[in-house]
């Protein structure tokens, strides 16, 4: 008896842009912010959000039905209201808040992944060095405004992860840690709360420094932790015990992903380890699907950057001398990938 093959898989992902759509575009309006911890008929919080009114049933029972929001009754006196972890990660004024990478994919990425058969065919950006502008960096720090928004915006994305390593991680035998491209301090912020122990270092380029000093004094931890600044192709990383890279060496090609894991190593003492925190492809490249979007991501954003495996970081740390190395699932499809010294 011959199995029945059902398209519904194809179809939901040939589609799923529209679903992608409207959850962005929702966050871009505010719409869970908005919503808060109060319960509004759709004509309520249509009206709030300046929408149409052929729009509002359509978009909002569309989130109800994506599970985004939750609805109470039927018809226009039906209430709308956030659901548990549409007000946990949603919300901006919720500390998981995770709608600020939403806010950039649709701003940016969105329609840059248009673009993603001329990326395959040259193995160019197809970001804003594309259409004469400059690169994302190369523009964000040029504003610190901008540059503070950006990196406040990667804060959701990053935050389970470095929980999940401040919590699973022995830190036992190390005193001091520096993490490298520190941005907000984040990383620092959470091991620092968990390893009362530990001396930690944030360490970026010097117009993210006040940026760092500010979210470090906000949790109260300016006696634990030190900002120091650097940039980390030129100059020497300082030196601790443990060295940490969260969504670092993807951004680079294979030259300057080498530089960086040769600095650390010269900065580690014996003993010492660096951990990459990454969406680490399977050695197979068979099972994590974001991991390989990912990858194609850097480069539709760089064009020569990419992800890599946990098999590809441990022959990179083994020809910069390296000895020991393992793998820790965070959260999510992302991994810590540790080499030790």
């Known amino acids: 008896m011959s199995t029945q093959l059902d398209p519904s898989p194809i179809l939901q992902t040939a589609f799923g842009f529209w679903s992608s759509k409207v959850l962005l ?73 995770i709608g600020g990478v939403l806010v950039m ?19 160019k950006p197809q970001n804003e060095v594309k259409h004469g502008q400059k690169g994302i960096f190369e523009e964000l720090y040029s504003e610190l405004p901008k540059l503070e928004q950006f990196l406040n915006s990667m804060t959701g994305l990053s935050r389970m992860n470095f929980e999940a390593f401040a919590e699973k991680f022995d830190f036992s035998n190390f005193k001091t840690l520096c993490d490298v491209g520190g941005a907000t ?49 030129a100059d020497p990383l300082p030196k601790a015990d443990l060295i940490t890279m969260g969504m670092i060496l993807h951004d680079w090609n294979l030259e300057k992903k080498m530089h960086l894991i040769r600095a650390a190593y010269n900065a580690l003492p014996p003993g010492g380890a660096l951990v990459a925190i990454e969406a680490l492809i399977d050695d197979a490249r068979r099972e994590n699907a974001f991991g390989l979007l990912m990858s194609l ?45």
């Open 25 to 97: 575009t929702a966050v871009e309006f505010g719409l869970f912010t908005t919503l808060g911890d109060r319960h509004l008929t759709g004509s309520e919080l249509g009206a709030e959000l300046g929408l149409h009114p052929r729009a509002i049933s359509d978009f909002f029972d569309a989130l109800v039905a994506m599970k985004f929001l939750d609805r109470e009754g039927d018809g226009p006196s039906a209430k709308y209201r956030n659901t548990p972890s549409g007000e946990l990660y949603l919300c901006s004024e919720s500390p998981r808040y």
């Open 105 to 123: 994919l649709n701003a940016r990425l969105f329609k840059y992944w248009n673009d993603l058969p001329e990326a395959l065919r040259t193995g």
């Open 185 to 233: 301090g984040l990383l620092c912020i959470e091991v620092a709360r968990k390893q009362p122990h530990l001396a930690c270092i944030s360490f970026d380029l010097p117009p993210v420094q006040p940026v760092a000093q500010k979210h470090i004094a906000a949790a109260g931890l300016n006696d634990r932790i030190t900002t120091a600044a650097g940039d980390f192709f």
């Open 297 to 341: 991501n850097m480069l539709i954003e760089f064009g020569d950057a990419f992800d890599y495996s946990a098999a590809d970081f441990r022959t990179w740390c083994l020809e910069a001398g390296f000895q020991r190395f393992e793998v820790m699932h965070l959260a999510g499809p992302s991994s810590a990938v540790i080499a030790y010294k």
